[in-house]
């Protein structure tokens, strides 16, 4: 028997496609083949211990490539901006910046001569701040990553760089539907709440280097993050030094944010008119889930059949049949405290009305009738799939490992994840969809020439136009 020249996962997966495509002379390719076994998956273990001072340490040792990645996460993001949207991701910006100890210049040509990068962002819950270098200079990396989470001194004239940066970024996104789509989603599904904020030219003006000072001294504490390594590494030696350089980061308090409240109600369509566009971009959203809710592999599933790629039922319909579009999916986007579920398109200005109502129709189906086992099967297949050949990715699964930490999930929950998915069965699937995807109760948000596509969607809503700079122009009732 011929051995598999490639990775044990990869191997594992590559059989379940080969079993999926071969043999198929004189196979009938209107009928969907069955589904074969779903491989087992192993999660990488790691090693997992807390400093005195309340820091997380993770520690994820291969020998795939003589490299070491440290990924630090401090559980704080743009939910706890206040009203100067767009700090979190400045504050990240302005790390690497400029420490204590090297000046922006000096930090970038020293870690260059050394193949190091130091990186960060920031999400609505969390920075994130990494670093990498070849396992040689493990130390050093440790030192950079040091330097850029305990020392950032926030120059004024790399604030200033930073803000200009972050001006063009909202002004060019303005231009962008697909960015403007996104924004007014959140703002219309999350309301008041942080996660429903936007960074916005005002609120980027109004950011000083103050405050960037105080959410660092405020939120970038140990207790209210963790730290994860992976690579080639001796854990022997490397945690000793982690201990010694990051043992006297002096505690906090951890922040606390309360959980999105608003409930989208109804039907009512939320309009942003850029003039002269030639296609619509659309959104249908409703309230989701948080990214701990007990559900979440099994629904994966669930969206999969709707949304998930070339072969989900959106995709068939809005493109296969109907020609509306070159593709369309689902997704829920979970947060730390709460989600927003997302059906979207980007249609021809003349199909608008229809496209929306087309992925009504399909959000009512999966509702409605439960899904066919083979068309489930093959769901859970691609799903597992997906998963087993990330898990070739260190850097994914360092991710993952802190996620577990950030999010509040369960311990053994990648353990465990392709079993749960193996299990769900057609009438799970039915009452998920029913619990989880939106009937009566969704957000139509639409980007495009107002002129064009209000008339198509007057009859499904009451309409709220928008400018790009998301600013209400005008409401038309349902019947104009």
């Not at 589904?35 to 400093?51: C, G, H, I, M, S």
């Not at 003006?205 to 690579?231: E, M």
Request: charged residues 25%; glycine residues 8%.
């Amino acid at each position: 028997m011929m051995s598999c020249p490639v990775k044990p996962v990869l191997c594992a997966f590559f059989a379940v496609v080969v079993s999926a495509v071969a043999e198929t002379n004189g196979v009938d390719r209107k009928t969907q083949p069955p589904a074969a076994p779903l491989p087992a998956a192993t999660f990488p273990e790691f090693k997992e211990t807390t400093l005195d001072n309340g820091l997380k340490v993770f520690l994820l040792e291969t020998d795939k490539q003589p490299t070491v990645s440290f990924r630090l996460v401090i559980k704080a993001g743009g939910a706890l901006e206040g009203s100067k949207h767009g700090l979190a991701g400045m504050v990240a910006a302005l790390l690497n910046k400029g420490t204590k100890n090297l000046s922006a210049e000096e930090f970038a040509r020293q870690a260059d001569r050394l193949g190091i990068s130091v990186e960060a962002a920031a999400s609505h819950d969390a920075v994130y701040i990494s670093g990498t270098g070849l396992s040689k200079h493990a130390e050093e990396v440790l030192r950079f990553l040091s330097e850029a989470i305990l020392h950032p001194l926030f120059p004024a004239e790399q604030l200033e760089k930073e803000r200009v940066k972050a001006l063009s970024r909202i002004e060019a996104e303005k231009k962008e539907p697909a960015a403007l789509a996104g924004k007014l989603r959140d703002q219309v599904v999350f309301g008041n709440h942080p996660y429903g904020a936007h960074a916005t030219a005002d609120s980027i003006q109004k950011i000083t280097r103050a405050d960037a000072v105080k959410f660092h001294k405020k939120y970038f504490v140990p207790n209210n993050a963790s730290l994860a390594v992976v690579g080639e590494f001796d854990r022997e030696k490397l945690l000793p030094k982690i201990k010694k350089t990051f043992g006297s980061w002096k505690r906090g308090k951890a922040p606390a944010v309360s959980p999105p409240s608003v409930k989208v109600e109804g039907v009512k369509i939320h309009l942003v008119d850029r003039p002269g566009s030639v296609q619509s971009n659309i959104i249908v959203a409703a309230n989701g889930i948080p990214r701990n809710n007990h559900d979440t592999p099994e629904l994966s599933v669930v969206n999969s059949v709707l949304g998930g790629g070339f072969s989900g039922r959106l995709f068939q319909n809005l493109r296969e049949r109907n020609g509306f579009t070159y593709g369309s999916s689902s997704n829920f986007d979970q947060r730390k405290l709460g989600g927003v579920f997302s059906a979207t398109a980007e249609v021809r200005n003349e199909v608008t009305g229809k496209a929306v109502i087309e992925i009504l129709n399909e959000l009512k189906r999966i509702r409605e009738e439960p899904i066919p086992e083979p068309e489930l099967d093959l769901r859970k297949q691609y799903v597992a799939g997906n998963y087993l050949l990330s898990l070739e990715s260190d850097r994914r699964n360092l991710e993952r490992v802190q996620d577990i930490d950030l999010f509040g999930l369960p311990n053994d929950y990648y353990q465990t994840l392709v079993s749960r998915i193996r299990e769900v069965d057609p009438n799970e699937a039915q009452s998920l969809a029913r619990k989880y995807i939106p009937a009566r109760d969704v957000a139509i948000i639409v980007v495009g020439d107002a002129d064009q596509i209000r008339p198509q969607l007057e009859p499904l809503g009451p309409v709220t136009v928008y400018d790009t700079d998301l600013k209400v122009k005008g409401q038309h009732n349902v019947d104009g």
